[in-house]
């Protein structure tokens, strides 16, 4: 019987850059993202039948097989660029592959900015008024 390798569930950790002072946290089964640029993300899937899984983003990279638990790989990967990415999971048995497909969009670190303008009184020349 032919096995078919299967992406049963994953979790994504945070650890947020210090600029943000936003609290590390971990949520399951989300991959559609919104993070901070320079935000480190590690991964956690849970396979069934999979022999590799890789990670597709602007390059190909294989996940480390956990070495307590064949069933689990996990990725650690920094940020810096919105885009697609995804996961594909693949057994040595069988030619059909299981994937997930997802975007993330990295918000960009920013200096503040301060748009002033400056508005001069029709009546009274001598008076200023300045809007920011």
Known sequence: ??????????????QYPEYTRKKNDKVMNVGDLFIPEGTEIQWELITINSDSVYFYKDETIAMERSERNPDVFHLNKVFFQSGNYSFIS????????DSLAYHINVIPDQFPGITVEEFRDSIY??????NG
Not at 1 to 14: A, D, G
Not at 90 to 97: A, L, P, Y
Not at 125 to 130: E, P, Q, R, T
Request: hydrophobic share 40%; charged share 15%; proline share 4%.
């Open 125 to 130: 020349h001598s008076g200023v008024f300045i």
């Open 1 to 14: 019987m032919v096995r078919p390798s299967m992406i049963e569930n994953f979790s994504l950790s945070f």
């Open 90 to 97: 693949s057994n040595i048995e069988n030619q059909t592959k």
